[in-house]
């Protein structure tokens, strides 16, 4: 078979709608990925997707239409919940999950006595879907169990000549396939995270369990009830390992087996050939391996961008063995975590020995009382700031270089005069950046100094740093928890506390980062406003870290 290969452009949206309407398959962009698109009404297209995808028969299809009033007909009833989640996310990455009605396909639904239905925001595939007048049946447009494609190229070395069309709409948004949420139940529940994530689902359902088949293995016999819940999915040639541990960990444990300090005799006999790291961009320069990034360590959106594209290219590099580095699995990188795992077939390997912590938060979030819980539960709390004071940072060598920049007053007779310091120090930022040119090197090998030595007491160690991600600490820490609590329980706090007026301390709240910063790269979040309990939440956060749960 010839595939034709459409230009995203009027005629070449006509064109698929003539293909679709007469049975054949197009390959058409989406906001999520490039989807294998057919008459979904029509049994024997349907099949041809099966065939051309070399997809099994009992992993069900998602139906892609443009309004709701196309998704009466598909289902036996719109539930109120149904309806507030197209309002809130549709047009967009999101799959719906009802019992379906006589019109569906058996085949269309896997066999299932549901159907899931989506409303694409993309303006082509939208297109497609007007054109070809039926509602389109549409999984990834890939080989079955290979990554799924985001770019014309991709899915066309994946599909050339098994189909008839493939629609050029460049690359996709979104990256990873849709969510899928099943109102099919008692409760609604995420089979498969994606672009909408799980906390959004929370604010409009009220409600929402997770399956535990979005981070496990699927149960024996059971049936898939969407797309993407099989054991291996995704995967590239190569094969996939997911190693849990901050930056450093990662990179000292991939640098030890094929890097070239590699002194293990069982991993230095090994051929390092083909040996990858699929890792962020700040961890790229650790590693002493070939390596292929995937967006940065605390934007789970360009991550779920850029996955499948890398997966692609450890294809084209020949990879044999890829290491990955495992995701925030929170927001948007649960998805990209449920996608590396199943590509890696659940293979995932803890880094030995105790973790490192950070903890962080905004003023009078209650972080400091969270860490007192924490040393309490048996962790080595590290309290950062209490060496921006020690003699330890501010000896003769520090104080001459203070004296250099500042004056010879800021430390007259070996005395550090902290007022005078701060006056010239915190006046401008050049002076700001000088300041911590000089003392933040000095407080950062003092705070890893003591750290390892916690770490040999064999304790997870958590370092309460305010500047944990200024300073660098971060790319230590296998996980971070951030303390949060509304603004005026903050407010409140901080005025009981410091003794300021509302007006200094909404200065001082404003000044920081706003929760979502915190909220970005947090792996753990404990809203410390929530009934005020803090031995409750460190306990509850103490079984998850211990754990080695995100």
């Not at 269309?108 to 070809?132: K, N, Q």
């Not at 250099?404 to 930022?429: I, P, T």
């Not at 706090?493 to 915190?518: H, I, K, N, S």
Request: net charge neutral; hydrophobic share 45%.
């Amino acid at each position: 078979m010839t595939t034709e290969q459409l230009a995203g452009n009027a005629s070449g949206i006509a064109r698929a709608g003539e293909i679709l309407r007469a049975g054949g398959l197009v390959a058409i962009p989406t906001e999520t990925v490039y989807g294998l698109a057919a008459n979904a009404l029509d049994s024997d297209a349907v099949r041809r997707i099966y065939a051309a995808k070399d997809r099994p028969a009992d992993n069900p299809l998602i139906v892609h239409i443009t309004e709701i009033i196309q998704w009466l007909p598909l289902v036996e009833s719109l539930p109120e919940e149904a309806l507030r989640l197209a309002e809130a996310f549709w047009p967009g990455p999101l799959t719906v999950i009802l019992k379906k009605s006589g019109l569906v396909p058996e085949i269309t639904s896997g066999g299932l006595d549901t159907v899931a239905v989506r409303c694409p925001s993309h303006p082509m595939a939208r297109a497609v879907i007007e054109a070809a007048g039926v509602p389109l049946a549409a999984p990834s447009a890939n080989l079955s169990g290979r990554p799924s494609p985001t770019s014309f190229s991709d899915t066309l070395s994946h599909l050339d000549g098994r189909v008839e069309a493939v629609l050029d709409g460049g690359d996709c948004a979104v990256g990873v396939e849709s969510t899928v949420v099943s109102l099919a139940g008692d409760c609604p529940r995420l089979l498969r995270p994606g672009g909408v994530t799980a906390e959004q689902l929370r604010q409009v359902l009220g409600r929402l369990e997770i399956d535990s088949a979005v981070t496990g293995m699927l149960a024996p016999g059971a049936r898939a009830a969407s797309p993407g819940m099989k054991y291996k999915h995704y995967a590239p040639k190569a094969e996939v390992t997911v190693v849990d541990g901050s930056p450093e960990e990662f990179a000292a444990w991939i640098n030890g087996r094929y890097g070239h300090k590699s002194t293990e005799t069982a991993y230095a006999k090994k051929e390092t050939a083909g040996v990858f790291a699929l890792c962020f961009e700040e961890t790229a320069p650790l590693v002493d391996v070939p390596a292929v990034t995937c967006g940065p360590r605390y934007h789970g959106a360009r991550q779920a961008q850029a996955l499948f594209a890398a997966l692609h290219q450890l294809d084209s590099l020949g990879a044999r063995l890829v290491y990955a580095q495992r995701p925030v699995p929170r927001g948007v990188g649960l998805a990209v975590y449920n996608r590396l795992l199943r590509a890696a077939a659940f293979r995932e390997e803890q880094v030995p020995g105790p973790m490192v912590i950070g903890l962080v938060g905004p003023s009078g979030a209650g972080k400091s009382a969270f860490g007192a819980e924490l040393s309490r539960l048996g962790f080595g709390v590290l309290d950062c700031d209490r060496f921006t004071r020690s003699a330890q940072v501010y000896d003769g060598a520090c104080l001459a270089e203070l004296q250099a920049a500042f004056g010879e007053d800021v430390a007259a007779a070996g005395v550090l005069d902290r007022q005078l310091l701060a006056a010239r120090a915190f006046g401008d930022q050049e002076s700001r950046a000088r300041l911590e040119a000089i003392t933040l090197p000095r407080i950062v090998r003092a705070v890893r100094a003591e750290t390892e030595r916690l770490l040999a007491e064999g304790r997870p160690v958590v370092l309460d740093a305010p500047t944990l991600f200024e300073a660098g600490l971060d790319s230590m820490c296998r996980r971070v928890v951030a303390v949060t609590a509304p603004e005026p329980v903050r407010l409140a706090r901080v005025l009981r506390r410091d003794g300021l007026t509302e007006a200094q301390a909404l200065q001082r709240l404003r000044a920081q980062p706003p929760l979502e910063f915190y909220q970005a790269r947090a792996d753990l979040l404990v809203d410390t406003a929530e009934g005020g309990d803090l031995a409750r939440l460190a306990r509850r956060a103490a079984r998850e870290l211990k754990g080695g749960v995100g």
